[in-house]
């Protein structure tokens, strides 16, 4: 199965990555196993390492559970000022492919001392959650002419919380009821076409908790994927596989069997805005339960 997501504005020997993870505040930098494609950019006054995706793949082991921000821009004339589409596709555990896709215009603060004639896009970025267990993640060039494409790989721990609050959505939207064990937990539901969208003025952090509903004849795991925007800005896509859960059912609807919980966490900075949910593959739904924390 090929996933694709697009957004506007060789065998490689493979190591454990494991120790080579570095401190980036609450994230860390993953390297592939393509140490010899390292290349540093100059964003503003700050170094950042990125990894050259061009012709040959990167390869990653990575240490699941992780959530996984994947940084890519485009290296582009240093004065062009046209939009550029580049992406990559990637594979993890040798199973399904996902295609990602975004276009961009050129950064003017970006700069790489190894290639002082090259501009590069503003970045563009995804984020996948990688379960418990060893994992492999293959990032490939979309083509074999495709330009070079910057990667940069950052992991972040998910990190067990303090109570946060329940965040009503603005507009009708239907109200479902997990129930697991003796508790029921509020979830709205929500499918393509739609958007759940919740007011945010004190919070700092979102957690968008979200389930797939598998319906008769449904395989037990399945792919899906939610875009998260506050107010007109692109926060992420975030793409999750589910399995069925066997300790949680839905109140209002028996036939319908909930996927495990996938969380994706989003910083909002505590501002008066809103936060928007879509689900962006066809005859799926979700369910969505955003907390937010102060």
Same mark, same amino acid.
């Given at each position: 199965m090929i996933l694709k997501y697009c957004s506007k504005k060789s065998s490689s020997l493979i190591l454990i990555l494991l120790p080579l993870l570095f401190s980036d505040g609450w994230t860390k930098t993953v390297s592939p196993a393509q140490k010899d494609k390292k290349e540093i950019l100059i964003i503003g006054e700050k170094r950042r390492t990125y990894y050259q995706l061009h012709r040959d793949e990167? !390869?990653? /082991?990575i240490q699941g559970p992780q959530r996984l921000r994947i940084?890519?821009?485009r290296a582009v004339p240093r004065r062009d000022n046209k939009l550029h589409p580049f992406g990559y596709s990637m594979i993890l555990d040798e199973e399904d492919e996902l295609t990602v896709k975004? /276009?961009?215009k050129r950064s003017k603060g970006v700069t790489s001392p190894q290639h002082p004639g090259h501009g590069y896009t503003h970045s563009g970025k995804y984020y996948l959650n990688i379960p418990s267990g060893l994992h492999t993640l293959v990032i490939r060039p979309l083509t074999k002419r495709s330009s070079p494409v910057l990667i940069r790989l950052l992991t972040e721990r998910f990190e067990k919380? !303090? /109570?946060?609050r329940l965040l009503i959505p603005d507009d009708e939207t239907t109200l479902k009821h997990l129930q697991v064990e003796e508790k029921k937990y509020r979830y709205y539901q929500l499918i393509p076409g739609n958007k759940i969208a919740v007011s945010i003025e004190e919070a700092k952090e979102i957690v968008v908790l979200s389930r797939l509903a598998f319906e008769d004849g449904m395989p037990s795991e399945e792919n899906y994927r939610l875009r998260i925007r506050k107010d007109e800005k692109l926060l992420g896509t975030? +793409? +999750?596989?589910s399995e069925k859960s066997d !300790?949680?059912?839905i109140v209002e609807d028996k036939d319908i069997v909930p996927g495990k919980r996938r969380t994706a966490e989003v910083e909002v900075n505590g501002t008066a805005s809103t936060l928007t949910v879509e689900l962006l593959d066809k005859g799926k739904r979700v369910y969505i339960r955003c907390v937010g924390y102060e």
């Open positions: 990167l !390869v990653y /082991e940084i890519a821009r975004h /276009e961009q919380k !303090v /109570e946060g975030y +793409f +999750f596989t !300790v949680s059912t």
